[in-house]
């Protein structure tokens, strides 16, 4: 006789009936009620709105222990990752499952730079735009477009599609990116050299301009690199569920990235990087830390410490360590060692973690805490922040969406609701409504 299969007995206390729930078991993480099945068996849903207790799918792709401060990509730590190898290595084993060997990176990185180029006909949209639109809505947009030029070939369930289409968001983020960056300058767009790195590259069409020469500095090209593996992917994030939501419709991965795209905006969110530095801005010098301090303890008061506190997160956030120390050398690299806007972050971090409230809520520094500071120094403006997130987000969303779209169990995404509305009622005429 085999071994019994673990379960959850579900019992309804108004009528005696029970249900077996079976459990179901990762490699690594918590244990999963599987309630599937739940509404059919019992004309129950189950009510989870901030999908704080939900699996709302299975993947091998990344690991989090929140309350260790661990975060796998495909297995490997991300501070080993940090360390030892590069975005081009990450994007690969994110989307492939394993680390590629010299000869497939070789290959990708030789693929995945010789599409860089965007349609000259997308460099029109860009006009459509006022000067001063936020990157991250030209992006929305101009990625969302990015499926009415490739609309013939869209077929997901081709996996050699699948794979064009993957790399294709990969190689034009960045000079989507770039791209609406200059077009808020109004410097002419700069073509990308795909002889560089993917972030010397970014960094190029970022800087560079048709009057000079420009060379990427290498602590920079590093620091950059470094910011795009931090970010690459987060499990299922906000903005990763909105691509596989989006994505289990069938709608062509363009438009469902261009949907995580806006997820990311908010400040709760990606837009959380930009928020600090408009915050530490805002709190301008030491003396006025406590003020703030106090306004974000206030249960009547919206303000929250930018930068801090995570869903996941109830230890520390590895990433934050890793921006730290590179928030350190790149400001040692720049002679900006003196930046005050780091003095004031590092006192303002020193004065949360010892405050009652922020240590009982278990609140600490998350990535974007310091990876704002590391683009101020780098020259990137404000309201940029949140689209390098996306650059390197890119990759988790595709890799992502590819698992989705072979995961077998597949169907679309389709929650339901607890309804408060009012109970069915006649329609009143416009002359009889007083
Ligand atoms: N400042 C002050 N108080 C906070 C903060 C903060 N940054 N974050 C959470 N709290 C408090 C809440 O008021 C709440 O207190 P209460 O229990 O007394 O009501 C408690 O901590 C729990 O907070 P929740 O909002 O329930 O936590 P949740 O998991 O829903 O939110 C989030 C997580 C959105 C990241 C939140 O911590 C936050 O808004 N942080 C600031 C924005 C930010 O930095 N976002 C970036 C996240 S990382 C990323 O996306 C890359």
């Not at 680390?99 to 860009?126: G, W």
């Not at 403006?381 to 949140?386: K, L």
């Given at each position: 006789?085999g071994?019994?299969k673990e379960?959850?007995?579900?019992?309804?206390?108004?009528t005696?009936?029970?249900?077996?729930?079976p459990?179901?078991k990762g490699?690594?993480?918590?244990?999963?009620?599987?309630v599937?099945k739940f509404?059919?068996?019992?004309?129950?849903f189950?009510?989870?709105?901030?999908f704080t207790?939900?699996?709302?799918?299975e993947?091998s792709i990344t690991f989090?222990?929140g309350?260790a401060?661990?975060?796998l990509?495909r297995g490997y730590?991300?501070e080993q990752?940090?360390e030892?190898?590069?975005f081009?290595d990450v994007?690969?084993?994110?989307?492939?499952?394993?680390?590629?060997?010299?000869?497939?990176?070789l290959?990708f990185?030789?693929?995945?730079m010789?599409?860089?180029m965007?349609?000259?006909?997308?460099?029109r949209?860009?006009d459509?735009f006022?000067?001063?639109?936020h990157?991250?809505a030209?992006?929305?947009?101009?990625v969302?477009?990015?499926?009415?030029?490739?609309?013939?070939?869209?077929?997901?369930?081709?996996?050699?599609y699948?794979?064009?289409?993957s790399?294709?968001?990969?190689?034009?983020?960045?000079?989507i990116?770039a791209?609406?960056?200059k077009y808020?300058v109004g410097?002419?767009?700069?073509?990308?050299r795909n002889?560089l790195s993917?972030?010397?590259?970014?960094?190029h069409?970022?800087f560079a301009?048709?009057?000079?020469?420009?060379e990427?500095?290498?602590?920079?090209?590093?620091?950059?690199?470094?910011?795009?593996i931090?970010h690459?992917?987060?499990?299922?994030?906000?903005?990763?569920s909105?691509?596989?939501?989006a994505g289990s419709?069938?709608?062509?991965p363009f438009a469902a990235?261009?949907a995580?795209?806006?997820?990311?905006w908010?400040?709760?969110?990606?837009?959380?990087?930009?928020?600090v530095?408009?915050?530490?801005d805002?709190?301008g010098t030491?003396?006025r830390?406590?003020?703030?301090?106090?306004?974000a303890?206030d249960?009547?008061?919206?303000?929250?410490?930018?930068?801090?506190?995570?869903?996941?997160?109830?230890?520390?956030d590895?990433?934050a360590?890793?921006?730290?120390?590179?928030?350190?050398?790149?400001l040692?690299?720049?002679?900006?060692?003196?930046e005050?806007l780091?003095?004031l972050?590092m006192?303002?971090?020193?004065?949360?973690?010892?405050?009652?409230?922020?240590v009982?809520?278990?609140l600490?520094p998350n990535v974007?805490?310091?990876?704002?500071?590391?683009?101020?120094?780098?020259?990137?403006?404000?309201s940029?922040?949140?689209?390098?997130?996306?650059?390197?987000?890119s990759?988790?969303?595709?890799?992502q969406?590819n698992?989705?779209i072979?995961?077998p169990?597949?169907?679309?995404?389709?929650?339901?609701q607890?309804?408060?509305g009012?109970?069915?009622?006649?329609?009143v005429?416009?002359d009889?409504?007083?």
């Amino acid at each position: 006789m085999g071994a019994r299969k673990e379960s959850f007995t579900i019992t309804d206390n108004r009528t005696g009936k029970s249900w077996e729930l079976p459990v179901l078991k990762g490699t690594m993480g918590p244990d999963v009620v599987d309630v599937r099945k739940f509404y059919a068996d019992t004309g129950c849903f189950t009510y989870d709105p901030s999908f704080t207790s939900t699996a709302a799918c299975e993947s091998s792709i990344t690991f989090i222990d929140g309350d260790a401060g661990l975060l796998l990509y495909r297995g490997y730590p991300i501070e080993q990752l940090a360390e030892q190898s590069d975005f081009m290595d990450v994007c690969y084993l994110l989307l492939y499952g394993e680390l590629p060997t010299p000869v497939q990176k070789l290959k990708f990185e030789d693929d995945i730079m010789h599409h860089t180029m965007m349609h000259e006909k997308l460099r029109r949209f860009y006009d459509g735009f006022q000067m001063n639109a936020h990157p991250m809505a030209i992006m929305c947009g101009i990625v969302g477009a990015l499926g009415a030029f490739y609309h013939d070939r869209i077929d997901i369930t081709d996996p050699t599609y699948r794979m064009i289409a993957s790399y294709r968001v990969l190689s034009k983020m960045p000079t989507i990116a770039a791209a609406a960056y200059k077009y808020s300058v109004g410097q002419p767009f700069i073509y990308p050299r795909n002889d560089l790195s993917y972030s010397a590259n970014f960094l190029h069409m970022l800087f560079a301009t048709p009057c000079e020469d420009y060379e990427v500095n290498p602590v920079l090209e590093r620091a950059m690199d470094l910011i795009l593996i931090l970010h690459a992917d987060h499990e299922q994030n906000a903005s990763t569920s909105t691509v596989r939501m989006a994505g289990s419709t069938g709608t062509n991965p363009f438009a469902a990235v261009a949907a995580g795209i806006a997820a990311l905006w908010g400040p709760a969110h990606g837009g959380a990087n930009e928020a600090v530095l408009r915050m530490l801005d805002e709190i301008g010098t030491k003396d006025r830390i406590p003020e703030f301090i106090k306004r974000a303890k206030d249960p009547d008061d919206p303000f929250r410490l930018m930068g801090f506190g995570h869903r996941v997160y109830k230890n520390y956030d590895p990433r934050a360590r890793i921006m730290q120390r590179t928030c350190n050398e790149v400001l040692d690299a720049l002679n900006a060692k003196d930046e005050p806007l780091l003095e004031l972050a590092m006192e303002l971090e020193k004065i949360a973690l010892e405050d009652e409230y922020f240590v009982k809520r278990k609140l600490y520094p998350n990535v974007d805490f310091y990876s704002g500071i590391i683009f101020r120094a780098m020259k990137i403006p404000v309201s940029m922040f949140t689209v390098m997130f996306a650059v390197a987000r890119s990759i988790g969303w595709v890799a992502q969406w590819n698992e989705m779209i072979t995961d077998p169990g597949m169907r679309i995404a389709r929650p339901r609701q607890l309804f408060t509305g009012p109970l069915k009622r006649d329609f009143v005429p416009l002359d009889r409504r007083r």
